[in-house]
C-alpha cells in the first residue's frame, strides 16, 4: 500500500512538474515564437464595370476560370457605337470641307483687303490734289468736299475688309486642321472609338473570375459592376495574433505557415508590416461625447492585431480568399526558435489534418 501511494505521489509530482514547465514554455514561447491559427489568405476583389451600356452578346469566360491580362471576358453588342464612329468621321469630313471654305475666304477677303487699299489710296491722292488746286482758288469748295468724302468712305470701306479678315483668320485659327470644328469633331470621333474599344470588357491583370452571374442577353449599365475579379498577384496572407504576441516582431523576424487545405506542407514567408491600428479604436467626429468602453469581465480579452506576410513565391492554386491557415512567427537569427517553431507549426499542421 505504501508504495503504491508512494509511486502516485511521484506521478502527480511529475505531472506537476511537466505542467508546469509546459505553461513556461506557452509563457516564453508566445512572445518568441508566437503562433496563430486566427490566420487567413487575403487579397483585393476588384468589381470590374463596363464603360459603356449595352446587350451582352458574348460571354467568354466561365466561372472561376484564370484569365491573362488583355484577355476579353464580355462583349457588348458594338452596332450603335460602330454607327457612332460612322457619324463622327463624317463629322470630321465636314469640319475639314467648312475649313478648305475658309480658307477660300480668307484669300477673298485678302483680295477684298488689296482692292479696298488700291481705292483708298486713289481716292487719298484724288482728294490730295484737288485739296491743292482748292487751296488755290482753281477748283470749288464742293469738288474739294466730295473728293474727301470719297476719301473717308473708301478708308472705311478698308477698315470693313480688314475686319472681315480678321474674322474669317480667326475662325480658321494659326494652323491648318486645327480650326475648331475640325479639332472638336476630332475629339468626337476619338470618343466614339473609345466607347466602341470599351464594348470589349478585357481583363486587367492576371487573375480570376469569380461568382459569374452574367449571360448572353444581360443589360450591361455603364460604371454598374458586372464581374468580380481577384488578382492573383495580390493574394497574401494575414495572421491576427494577440497583442503582447507581437512585441519582439522585428525586422529579422520572418514565419512558417500551413494551410488547412494542404495539411502537413509547411511555407517560408516574411513579415511585411503590423498594421497601426484596429477598427475598436476608430472614431468618428461626430459632435458627441466619447462612447467608454465598459467591460465587467476581471480577465478582459486582450486585443489582436494584423501582421500583413509576404512570400517569395506564389500561393498554391488550392487557395482561395478566406482560406485557413496556421502562423508561426520566428526570429531567424536564433537556431533554437526557429526549431522549435518548425517543430510547433508542424505539430499544428498534422492536428489540423486530423481534426
Known amino acids: 500500500m505504501a508504495n503504491a501511494d508512494t509511486t502516485f505521489r511521484r506521478w502527480m509530482k511529475g505531472l506537476i512538474i511537466l505542467f508546469l514547465l509546459f505553461m513556461g514554455y506557452i509563457i516564453v514561447a508566445d512572445r518568441h515564437i508566437p503562433l496563430t491559427t486566427e490566420s487567413r489568405v487575403r487579397g483585393y476583389v476588384v468589381q470590374i464595370a463596363p464603360e459603356v451600356s449595352g446587350n451582352i452578346t458574348s460571354v467568354s469566360i466561365t466561372n472561376n476560370q484564370k484569365v491573362k491580362k488583355g484577355e476579353v471576358l464580355l462583349t457588348i453588342d458594338p452596332s450603335k457605337y460602330e454607327l457612332a464612329v460612322d457619324r463622327a468621321k463624317l463629322v470630321l469630313q465636314q469640319s475639314y470641307e467648312q475649313e478648305k471654305s475658309l480658307l477660300a475666304q480668307v484669300e477673298a477677303a485678302k483680295a477684298n483687303v488689296a482692292t479696298s487699299q488700291a481705292n483708298y489710296d486713289n481716292a487719298r491722292n484724288e482728294y490730295g490734289r484737288i485739296n491743292k488746286l482748292a487751296q488755290k482758288k482753281l477748283v470749288s469748295a464742293s469738288m474739294r468736299d466730295s473728293a474727301f468724302a470719297k476719301d473717308r468712305s473708301a478708308l472705311s470701306t478698308l477698315h470693313s475688309a480688314q475686319q472681315q479678315l ?6 480658321l485659327g494659326n494652323t491648318v486642321g486645327e480650326t475648331t470644328p475640325v479639332m472638336s469633331a476630332k475629339n468626337a470621333l476619338k470618343q466614339a472609338e473609345l466607347d466602341l474599344a470599351h ?19 444581360t443589360m450591361a449599365t455603364a460604371n454598374k459592376p458586372m464581374l468580380t475579379f481577384i488578382p492573383t498577384s495580390s493574394m497574401s496572407v494575414s495572421a491576427d495574433y494577440r497583442e503582447k504576441s507581437t512585441a519582439l516582431i522585428n525586422k529579422d523576424s520572418v514565419a512558417y505557415v500551413t494551410y488547412d487545405a494542404l495539411p502537413g506542407q509547411v511555407f517560408n514567408f516574411h513579415i511585411a508590416n503590423r498594421d497601426f491600428g484596429v477598427a475598436a479604436a476608430q472614431e468618428t467626429p461626430n459632435g458627441q461625447l466619447s462612447a467608454v468602453e465598459v467591460n465587467n469581465r476581471w480577465v478582459r480579452d486582450a486585443q489582436r492585431v494584423r501582421v500583413n506576410l509576404t512570400s517569395d513565391t506564389p500561393l498554391p492554386h488550392q487557395l482561395f480568399i478566406g482560406s485557413r491557415a496556421t502562423v508561426v512567427i520566428y526570429s531567424d537569427n536564433s537556431l533554437l526558435w526557429q526549431t522549435l517553431a518548425s517543430i510547433q507549426i508542424r505539430l499544428a499542421s498534422w492536428l489540423h489534418y486530423i481534426y
Open 166 to 171: 480678321l474674322a474669317v483668320e480667326a475662325k
Open 199 to 217: 464594348t470589349k470588357i478585357i481583363a486587367p491583370s492576371y487573375g480570376v473570375i469569380t461568382n459569374l452571374q452574367v449571360d448572353v442577353g
